[in-house]
């Protein structure tokens, strides 16, 4: 076979980095200490980086740098400025989460390529479309998808001239990436900001099946599902691992390159994949991949069954059985780690060695020699010192009244320590005195250099961003907009002048017209879309579009949003787009006329204040609803009250409506609730409940919203929707007993995101 499969490897730290280089990694994705998902991880400076992106060119390998959360509008312009030094570093992509990125990097930064992060949750057609319009060269699709789904997905990728990567090894999220508010709403650490908390991997107490961990699932390995892969169409396997060390990160990826070249040589498999049980691993599935989610996925215990396995491979049963297993265990390690060590000792990162020397005679040009070495005297001894000559295009002139001045010389030259460079010395004395030349031959000299030791790459001037102005709200008294999902709370139309939203499920019975005819008998109704869409129920979303032709729409789905943008109907970004930053609503605005999007519950009152509104663009914000905290593909009622099924069918999603509760080991309970049509979901045992951004914000938002739907209240009691209603627009008309009165009602409520922020 002909086609590049390229192996993608974690890299938390500087030594990891250099173990999946040298285990044969063909690329590497990385963190800053800043602006990244893997906050746990050790991270990068900035000088780490130039050198890690000099090391892995030597060895053929590409960088891409993880900038995957949100950002908050105080930190653009940090951002804008580290966007200007990586132009210049040699980085092969950045991989992002933020919808304002695309803006940003597409405008003012156009040579960086732009990966879609495993935090957009990629997982249909319409999605893959959006992000190529906004820029996207690749996609990471989501982790939950079976091969059937990716090869479609990355057929159509590849349509649009956008590649695709598959996570092939390492931890599973339980829930959707992107949609997972469990750490924020539970410690105030927000996983779309890299602070993930891993509450899946949290004990409960026991559940009615006897888990401890009812969340947890193995980990990920489709060592043996390559060729499925590669007939897929997959361009990149990627492993998981940051915050891994570097025997595990050498390990896997070694394991992965040799399973690989031996596909591409002979068309055949490795059958021995021990070696992946001698590094930390949960046990593996590969179930996802295969489309068959039975409750064999979950593992009641997250730490490291390595050493289990160790002694069932073994058949350990007494005691010194399993000492000895462990023993030889623990041996292995420290040799793979002692091995590692030996491999990578002399990688070195530090930054080059640079002496500039000065040369020259009276009528003949400036001459000036850059000499560059890694003052590493091991790697001298196999690699020659890099000589750069450059020389002025006007020659030099005896001196009037003063001669060149060497101290402006290196002035203009000290640039060149940097973060790539370190200058050893300037050497003056191959060039004669009382002599001169214009200063502009010295800052030509000093390009002309500048591009060599830029690897012959034109240098990238920073660029200065204005910052945005704040337009006019479209609306001059705020809104009210509630959310309903039964037809029977449609009376509640009749009760209102607000703009009433009706939810849609997630998954549809294909053929029928039933919420077509919702739509179709009650005009008033605008269609809202959920986040996640897979597969036919993406397609009957699609045909809801095609057939109802709604005035508009809010869709917490962008492949949804792409369709609606393709037909010409207005519409609305939804809570779960995660907008936290003026540059999100450009993007969403300027490349699929968006009309307006909420801002994203997880900030506080201050990082709100900051936005910027695009003029003619609404801005929304939910002052009531149920806590989201995780959903899933996978059956959270498996590990809890059990499932007579054995694995997930299609009837699941549709017919499925069990509920449960959870609770964790500080005696807090959250509500497992799955209805019919929706994907198993964890809600927040307090409801969300915020009438502090209508004091605050009546003159920033043009519409606040309220969520009247059942969908996860769990036990709690059901306050009267009308009577809610009628107090939330009092409330929006100042009247401050209705405040009393929702307080009272809702009486297990917060809103402590609104406080806290991210």
């Known amino acids: 076979m002909s086609r590049k499969i390229e192996l993608l490897a974690p890299g938390g730290d500087v030594n990891a980095i250099k173990a999946a280089i040298v285990a044969g990694a063909n690329a590497v994705y990385c963190g800053l200490d800043t602006f990244n998902a893997r906050n746990r991880a050790s991270n990068l400076s900035f000088d780490d980086l130039n050198g890690i992106v000099r090391l892995a060119h030597e060895y053929q390998c590409e960088i891409f740098l993880t900038l995957n959360v949100v950002i908050l509008e105080n930190e653009l312009a940090g951002m804008i400025k580290l966007l200007n030094k990586l132009v210049n570093t040699g980085i092969d992509g950045i991989i992002v989460q933020d919808l304002g990125m695309f803006n940003l990097v597409k405008k003012h930064f156009p040579t960086l390529d732009i990966h879609a992060s495993t935090q957009l949750t990629t997982h249909n057609e319409g999605q893959i479309l959006f992000l190529a319009k906004i820029g996207a060269t690749r996609v990471n699709l989501s982790r939950e998808l079976n091969l059937g789904e990716i090869k479609s997905l990355t057929a159509l990728a590849h349509d649009v001239d956008v590649l695709t990567e598959v996570f092939v090894h390492g931890a599973l999220c339980i829930a959707f990436s992107g949609q997972c508010y469990s750490s924020s709403v539970s410690v105030g650490n927000s996983g779309n900001r890299g602070r993930c908390s891993q509450a899946c991997r949290d004990e409960y107490e026991p559940t009615e099946m006897g ?20 007939e897929a169409g997959v361009d990149s396997l990627k492993i998981e691992g940051r915050i891994k060390g570097a ?41 996802f991949l295969k489309g068959d989610m039975t409750k064999s996925m979950f593992i009641d215990n997250p730490r490291d069954n390595s050493f289990t396995h160790a002694n069932e491979k073994s058949n350990a049963i007494s005691v010194v059985q399993i000492h000895d297993a462990q023993q030889e265990l623990s041996q292995e390690k420290n040799e793979i780690s002692a091995q590692v060590s030996e491999k990578i000792e002399y990688l070195s990162i530090d930054k080059h060695l640079l002496n500039i020397e000065f040369s020259g005679k009276l009528n003949e040009p400036l001459t000036v020699t850059a000499v560059v070495s890694d003052g590493n005297q091991k790697a001298l001894e196999k690699k020659d010192k890099q000589v750069f000559v450059v020389q002025s295009d006007t020659c030099l002139i005896a001196a009037g009244k003063s001669a060149i001045d ?9 640039s060149f320590n940097n973060a790539r460079y370190n200058i ?32 012959s790459k ?89 057939v109802v032709k709604p005035a508009r ?30 540059y999100a609503l450009l993007t969403l605005q300027e490349e699929l006329n968006c009309k307006g999007a909420f801002i994203s519950n997880e900030i506080n009152q201050n990082q709100i204040r900051r936005i910027k509104r695009p003029e003619g663009f609404k801005l ?77 914000f009546s003159g920033l938002f043009d519409e606040f919203f309220i969520d009247l739907t059942n969908i996860g209240a769990g036990s709690k009691e059901q306050a009267d929707k009308a009577e809610l209603l009628r107090h939330f627009e009092n409330v929006l008309d100042g009247v401050e007993a209705s405040s009393v009165q929702l307080n009272e009602m809702v009486s297990v409520s917060t809103n402590a995101q609104y406080r806290q922020g991210l």
């Not at 992965?256 to 490795?270: A, M, S």
């Not at 300037?426 to 030791?453: M, R």
């Open 247 to 287: 025997s595990y990160v050498h390990t896997v990826v070694d394991s992965w390159r040799k399973q690989i070249n031996k596909f591409v040589e002979t068309g055949k498999l490795l059958e021995d994949d021990s070696n992946l049980y001698k590094v930390f691993n949960r046990d593996f599935t590969n179930l």
């Open 458 to 546: 034109d240098v990238v001037p920073a660029v200065e961003i204005a910052a945005l102005p704040q337009h006019a709200k479209i609306e001059e008294k705020p809104k009210l907009s509630i959310l309903i999902s039964d037809i029977a709370d449609l009376h509640l139309c009749d009760q209102t002048e607000a703009d009433v939203y009706f939810k849609l499920p997630e998954s549809f019975k294909v053929g029928s017209t039933k919420y077509i005819d919702i739509f179709l008998e009650n005009p008033r109704l605008i269609p809202w879309f959920p986040a996640v869409l897979i597969g036919k129920d993406y397609q009957e979303s699609v045909k809801i579009l095609e």
């Open 211 to 230: 888990n401890k961990h009812p969340l947890n699932l193995k980990d990920n390995s489709a060592y043996f599902d390559l060729p499925e892969l590669v």
């Open 620 to 696: 929304l914000y939910s002052i009531y609803h149920p806590i989201l905290m995780m959903t899933s593909r996978q059956c959270f009622f498996q590990q809890t009250v059990g499932c007579k099924k054995p694995s997930i069918e299609d009837g699941c999603m549709l017919k499925c409506e069990k509920a449960t509760t959870i609770t964790n080991v500080k005696g807090i309970s959250f509500a497992v609730d799955k209805q019919k049509g929706g994907y198993p979901s964890i809600y927040n045992h307090e409801q969300f409940l915020n009438l502090d951004a209508v004091k605050d």
């Open 553 to 582: 729409i809010v869709s917490n789905n962008t492949g949804v949003a792409y369709k609606a943008f393709e037909m010409g109907i207005d519409w609305i970004a939804g809570p779960f787009l995660n907008t936290t930053n003026s």
């Open 424 to 455: 050893e010395g300037f050497y003056f004395n191959q060039l004669d005195d009382n002599l001169n030349i214009p200063f502009k031959e010295l800052t030509t000299l000093k390009n002309k250099l500048a591009f060599l030791l830029n690897d």
């Open 406 to 414: 060497q101290s402006a010389i290196e002035k203009r030259f000290k």
